[in-house]
């Protein structure tokens, strides 16, 4: 690797999906394209968008109600439209995955299923510093049960002196608190530190001592490589703002692994989640689906599903592989460029991410010691759009669907500056 211009032109000239830039809306600083290494929080505009959610207000111009059953995507079934090109990105059967509610209260919905405290085994794991709408979620979840979150919920701490929550740290637990362990909760990619989790280890331990294996996949999807049906994981839920692309709030998605799907599970029930085959007869009593869907409460929120729809598009024509190997071309790039900035200026850069692609997606975590929110607050006014956490540290995901090497190369020069200044 080399940090020259010369270098970053050659290796976007022969990024296959480097055409895929064009297809994207990117933001402008002071009139200038930024460095957008922020599509871990909102990703970025598919300029398709545009048409597919026309396409929905037209229908419904056109047909009023009857569009339910005479749009060119009807209605009724529009989730549908979504269960194929969600079970490729994370790994599942069509019939364990649908696109619905937002990330929390999916969340909740599966958790009312899969958090079943009984007796002794009551106990959830979960990460320290997880995201904190999650914690919420499980304080409440453990109320809801009477039960007193201090009691039940055991949050993992990273090791001493590092950031990162080794896997057999967390397996270890899982053993420790056995018959009390009731369900295993976190994050696939924590949003803090980049780490990406065993998750088929972790869900291999958690049922060996008869606990449910649930992972919140809001840094996960799209970023990196999933097979939750092989893996075994009982439950899963997303958001599909961030690498997703699908627009600020956009519509969720959850994942049911087939095991389950016959089960008479306790769910959160809605007419959506009915047979649909006689969701219409209006019958007083629930026969869910056989399938994710038996989770849907509503009738699909087509607008922001419209966006949702045209995102995944893309995400089909790259395919995971192509995005997964230009990932982490890409962010060994940045560890590269970031290192070389710090040679350059004598400056403590700490990359806290782990450094193997296995462990990580396209996120690097920087703590920039001895710096504070100033460092940030000057690469964003020369052009980089990053992610400040308190206390002290700057996030940077350069995402391989829009990204560049030349966005790298840049980021590098404006971090240079910054820290020198
Ligand atoms: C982004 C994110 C959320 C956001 O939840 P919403 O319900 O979509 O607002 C929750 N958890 C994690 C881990 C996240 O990264």
Known sequence: MERTLDYVKKQDK???LSSFRDRFYLPKIKGKEAVYFTGNSLGLQPKSAESFLKQELEDWAKYGVEGHFEARRPWYAYHEFFSEHLAYIVGAKSKEVVAMGSLTANLHSLMVSFYRPNGNRNMILCEKKAFPSDTYALQAQATLHGLDPKQVI?????????EIITEDAIIEKIFELGDRLAMVMIGGVNYYTGQAFDMAAITDAAHKVGASCGF??????????LKLHEWQVDFAAWCTYKYLNSGPGSVGGLFVHSNHLKKKLPILAGWWGHDKEKRFLMEPEFMPMQSAEAWQMSNAPVFNMAIHLASLEIFREATMGRLLAKSWR???YLAFIVEEVASA?????????????????CQLSIVAHGY?????DSITEAGVIADWREPNVIRVAPVPLY?????VYRFGEILQK????
Do not use: Q, V, Y
């Open 372 to 376: 504070g929110k100033r460092l940030f």
């Open 345 to 361: 200026t004598g400056a403590d850069l700490e990359i806290i991410t782990p450094p193997e692609h296995h462990r990580r997606g």
């Open 330 to 332: 890409l962010t060994d």
């Open 154 to 162: 055991f949050e993992m701490e990273p090791a001493k002196g590092s």
């Open 403 to 407: 990204n560049s090497f030349l966005d």
């Open 418 to 421: 910054s820290l020198k200044a």
């Open 14 to 16: 022969r990024d296959e």
């Open 216 to 225: 919140d996949l809001a840094h996960a999807i799209g970023n990196i490589e």
